[in-house]
């Protein structure tokens, strides 16, 4: 995903939001349990050339259990988490227009989040995810931060 400036959260997760469901797809795939592959997509975006990223989302053992299950689903939680680093994802790459110049901004510490890099601090919480699409607002608003 080098350059996608219409890129979505649906797209970049492999969430095939029906046309009458539109703004609740996203939320059901979640809610019903996103494809493992779903992991592989977002980690191919995030960081492809780290071949451990993925178990900063899900630890190891957990997604080689998901991989082995019936289903090959992920739980809601575990979902909730890939979207929402998709979305701090796809919000930059709205941005920067470049998936490296992504990766450049998520990696780098940055002194408005206590100078800790935006990737962790979207991956802990909710509420750091919104600090990182809140200071995205601002770069794009205003020219750069």
Excluded: W
């Amino acid at each position: 995903m080098a350059s996608q400036a219409a890129a979505t959260v649906e797209a970049l997760l492999g969430v095939n939001a029906s046309a009458g469901n539109t703004r609740l797809g996203l939320s059901n795939a979640v809610e019903n349990g996103l494809p493992v592959s779903a992991l592989d997509r977002l980690a191919g975006a995030v960081a492809p050339d780290d071949a451990r990223f993925k178990f900063r989302l899900i630890p190891k053992a957990t997604l080689e259990r998901r991989k082995k299950s019936a289903t090959r689903h992920l739980t809601s939680e575990e979902g909730d988490r890939l979207a929402r680093l998709a979305k701090v994802y796809v919000f930059a790459l709205d941005i920067y227009h470049d998936g490296d110049k992504v990766r450049e901004f998520l990696n780098r510490p940055h002194a408005m989040l206590d100078g800790k890099p935006p990737l962790d601090v979207a991956l802990a919480t909710g509420p750091g995810a919104d600090a990182v699409i809140n200071l995205l607002g601002r770069v794009a608003y205003s020219g750069g931060v």
